[in-house]
């Protein structure tokens, strides 16, 4: 069959399917079986495929349909202009988490703190998509992360290790920052699980049957881990030391709640106006 023709009898399979944006998802799935980019799929409509690029398009598709995310069947998913690989064993990185790297460059650039002799810790860094982004954006900065999931861990290394940073970002097997010394990071920086167990009916489908549990899942009211996660930030930052978190609208005034001892807490939103950043310094 010609690349147009198998192109548009996906469409159709995920449209009927019920299958997300299935032009895109077929446009994908495409370039993965072929390893090409978007342009190629345009400037060889004709070109046939192979009986064996057939049946691995054929397979991916089936995948899709079953539910399982794009990205774990191409093992690919972009973040702050990086191509990172995944796995089932870590959470796929969302466009909204990059507003934790903005916030952590902002304070950066506004001078709050020195550039070039940072200590950062990635709490639950999954693929190590902020540990990277931070990594590639202050060149100068000491990178720690840390995960409880050792099969995570070793995506994040496969990462740091693709894109050259193997050197400037350390990892470890921990529970949050347990280990650590006090009063001594600039930043913790986290994206941590925050979805509770009581609203697991709220989270779309594809998260609850693919994403890993431990990586969406705090607990039964989804702050349990933030709980535990701030006094230890605070003790393993130093006076004046930023926390910068992800979290969700649904516990946005908990949060602000617990961290109502440190200074300038500020909650920021995200592109759709939902609460997801919050930020708080400890005081000096
Ligand atoms: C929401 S995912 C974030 C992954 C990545 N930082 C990102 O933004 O794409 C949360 C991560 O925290 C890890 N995690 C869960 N509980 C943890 C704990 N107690 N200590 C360390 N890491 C934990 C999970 O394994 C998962 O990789």
């Known amino acids: ?53 057939s049946s691995r398009y054929d397979t991916a598709l089936s995948e899709r349909t079953r539910g399982v995310p794009a990205q774990y069947i ?8 990086l191509d990172l690989i995944v796995t089932p064993a870590v959470l796929i990185p969302r466009p909204e988490t990059e ?36 990594a590639k954006e202050l060149a ?3 990178i720690h ?12 290394r496969a990462n740091a290790a693709c894109h050259q940073f193997g050197d400037r970002i350390q990892f470890h097997q921990t529970d949050l920052l347990a280990g650590f010394e006090r009063n001594s990071f600039d930043f913790v920086v986290s994206n941590p699980p925050y979805v509770g167990e009581s609203e697991e009916d709220q989270v779309q489908l594809e998260v609850r049957r693919f994403e890993p549990r431990n990586a969406v899942f705090a607990g039964p009211m989804g702050t349990e881990v933030i709980e535990r996660l701030i006094p230890q930030a605070r003790a393993a930052l130093k006076p ?19 961290l109502k001892d ?23």
Not at 74 to 81: A, D, L, R, S
């Open 99 to 134: 507003h934790v790297i903005e916030s952590v460059l902002d304070f950066v650039a506004r001078a709050l703190l020195p550039a070039n002799s940072l200590r950062i810790a990635d709490v639950g860094t999954g693929s190590g998509a902020i540990a990277l982004a931070l």
């Open 140 to 142: 100068h900065a000491e």
């Open 74 to 81: 191409t093992g690919h998913q972009e973040f702050w202009g």
């Open 262 to 284: 440190w200074d300038q807490v500020q909650v920021k939103p995200d592109l759709r106006s939902i609460p997801r950043v919050a930020q708080a310094r400890k005081p000096r």
């Open 240 to 258: 004046g030391g930023w926390l910068v978190m992800e979290i969700s609208g649904t516990i946005a005034e908990q949060v602000g709640e617990l």
């Open 1 to 53: 069959m010609q690349l147009k023709d198998s192109l548009n009898v996906a469409v159709s399979r995920l449209t009927a399917d019920r299958v997300p944006s299935p032009r895109m998802n077929a446009e994908l799935l495409l370039m993965f079986t072929l390893n090409c980019d978007r342009a190629y799929l345009y400037a060889h409509p004709e070109r046939e495929l192979t009986a064996d690029e």
């Open 145 to 156: 992360a840390t995960d409880i999931s050792s099969p995570a861990l070793e995506i994040a």
